[in-house]
């Protein structure tokens, strides 16, 4: 049987706003709406991977268990993704949200991994033909509202070096990756959320600043794009001198250990998700939010502070 435009129309526009994703890491304003990309930027170390984790946990959990009941897409290019670990969280969730007509464990867990679809790329050119085999699922699946990417900037290195000395050749596969990403946003209206890892900059006046270092590099149609920008950074964090002088009340041998603390700078602009609706309001300058949270990484996911 074949599908009318209306009927299209009316599958597509069911998709699932992502706006209450996590509040407790955007702006008041909310989070990234229909269509909209948010970029988790920071070095290695800093709990990007995790908080993926923890959106996808939230995505793909039940609403009787605190989370969306949405299919989710993680694209993995740095073969990191850690199914081990997804799954203890996912599990560590569902226990702590378990009600007596709750069904069995397995079958709700494996109800939460069906709604996950996992690709692997080892380049950009295997990330622009997975966009492309996107847009079928997007089309046959209304129920899928989140596209994952870890990490955007993986092939960053690969690509300057096949490109020459060409600056062009070098951001070409990228900017053709972000052209259709951005094609896929206007017609499926999918959120999108993608790490990138920050790099070392030359400076021939000392060592770069925080803001140098947190500066954008991938090329503009990506930039272009990016609507919400996660800063991530962390820190070790003294123990706490309350528990130090119970331990050594108890007679504890043991060494007071720091604890590693994740924060988030948030950046939104506040007129990203009127930019559709008509051209004036599009034209209109957009003002930023920001909004910064910290979160401890636990056996059972993100903790936050």
Request: glycine share 6%; with cysteine.
């Amino acid at each position: 049987m074949t599908e009318s435009g209306a009927q299209l129309f009316a599958r597509l526009e069911a998709r699932r706003c992502l706006k209450d994703i996590e509040p407790r890491l955007f702006p008041e304003d909310g989070g990234p709406n229909h269509g909209e990309v948010v970029e988790l930027y920071g070095a290695e170390g800093t709990g990007k991977t995790e908080m993926l984790y923890h959106l996808l946990c939230r995505c793909v959990l039940p609403v009787a268990s605190g989370g969306l009941e949405v299919d989710v897409v993680f694209v993995d290019t740095d073969y990191s993704l850690d199914m081990l670990r997804l799954v203890s969280i996912l599990d560590n969730r569902l226990n702590s949200a378990r009600s007596p007509s709750a069904g069995s464990d397995e079958a709700v867990l494996r109800s939460c991994l069906s709604r996950l679809l996992v690709v692997h790329c080892s380049s950009s050119a295997q990330l622009l033909l997975t966009l492309h085999f996107l847009e079928t699922t997007l089309s046959s699946r209304p129920g899928l509202a989140l596209l994952l990417i870890d990490s955007i900037s993986a092939f960053y290195w690969l690509d300057r070096s096949e490109g020459g000395a060409s600056f062009s050749r070098q951001e070409e596969r990228l900017s053709k990756c972000a052209e259709l990403l951005g094609r896929l946003l206007r017609d499926y209206r999918i959120t999108v959320f993608a790490t990138c890892h920050a790099i070392r900059r030359r400076s021939h006046s000392g060592p770069p600043s925080s803001s140098e270092s947190d500066r954008p590099f991938l090329c503009r149609p990506w930039q272009r794009l990016v609507t919400h920008r996660l800063v991530c950074s962390s820190r070790q964090e003294a123990p706490n001198n309350n528990n130090n002088n119970m331990a050594a009340a108890a007679g504890s041998s043991e060494e007071p250990r720091t604890r590693q603390v994740f924060t988030v700078h948030a950046t939104a602009a506040a007129s990203s998700s009127t930019t559709s609706s008509s051209t004036a309001t599009s034209s209109s300058p957009r003002t930023k939010t920001y909004r910064s949270s910290s979160f401890y990484v636990t056996d059972g996911g993100v903790e936050f502070i």
